[in-house]
């Protein structure tokens, strides 16, 4: 979607970010002492966790300045928004450029313009504001080149207040969402000290992966790129995707409640009207992001036995509230977003890292970071062996 008046964005950023903050459900109730409390537990417990995660993995960063580069921010909801806002920015530019090309020639014009960048704003920004109560933490991978905070809005605020800055790349930086890690606690009624260090054990496994694999960041902004500009603008053949996606999403919301939807429909909307090369683009997407997550729940259960007392009460009724799942209007908007894919990819690259190294041991396993080419396929995520047979051995 661009926008009908020429402007230079898909999107009216600012009105998502106001959009997102006004809608967004406040987080937990907590007097000021306590959420400084977390705050500074939180920064103590992504320090620690650092050398936990680089201990038994065995990686570390290529060096200190690229570290250093990759800052810890502990954030509220509406911080969280306005960092991701930013690293939209810079993923759809490709897109951007593409539909701008596109509309001086007055091809998508009429039909894409007519949309507007405002009214995409608000939907972008309602997006955001449900996502925004979800994530406990987050390593964001295309962080924008500017600076990454802004002058705080008092001096005694507590969060940090990531730049919205213009679209270019940058280093990464990893976010922890406060107010969702302490909702996530007291639902689970477990010790709160104990789950804000498992947590931070996964995403600090994140940074890891991206500051000891230089490499790593690169390769996924290029599938992304790629992703984004194998995207068919044309308006009549989107169209019809659209219409298929509709009549698929008609006959899958049924199995929300209960039996698992068959075929397009329990793919979500996203991946219903992707181009095929677009599909073949997220089969190596999907298996990379797969190692990933699985990798960081594999290090936080390796790890935790030894610096998290109760990390089994922790991951048991952790892993009940992944399965139960929530409302309906929930499990449906999951569905639409691909969020129940995401699920599936902690489970799968968990299974792929527990078998890699049940064979041949961490070392082995960290082959996987040579190159693109030792990455697993996405055959490869549900068959270890296989990778074994192709890369370690």
Known sequence: ??????????????LAVATATRLVRPGPEVSRAEAAAVV????????????????FTGMRSSSLADAAATPVLVVDRPGWVRANVAGFRTV????VEKLQARRANGAAAGVLGSVGEKATGIEVGALLAFLATKVLGQYETFAPAEPSLEAPDSPAALFDKPRL????????????VAPNIVHVERELDVDPS????????????HRTQFTAVPWLRDHIQSEVQSFLGETDVDPGALLDRL?????????????????EPSGAASTGLL????TPAQREILGRLTAVMSLLEGHADVVMDGVGPSVVPTVAEIREKFQQRRDRGANRLDLVLRRLLGMDAKLRQYQDGAVFVRGVVERVGMEGFNRVWTSPNTLPTKEEIHDPAAWVARVAR
């Open 194 to 205: 104990d789950f804000r260090l498992w947590v931070c054990l996964h995403e600090e496994t």
């Open 1 to 14: 979607m661009t926008s009908a008046s020429g402007g230079s964005d898909m999107v009216d950023w600012n």
């Open 92 to 95: 759809v530019q490709p897109l």
């Open 40 to 55: 500074a537990e939180l920064r103590r417990h992504a320090l620690a966790a650092e050398e936990h995660v680089r201990a």
């Open 243 to 259: 219409r298929d996606a509709a009549g698929a999403l008609g006959g899958g919301l049924s199995g929300v409640g209960g039996r």
């Open 165 to 176: 800055g213009p679209a270019g790349p940058g280093p990464g930086r990893l976010l922890l």
């Open 271 to 274: 991946e219903i009207v992707q």
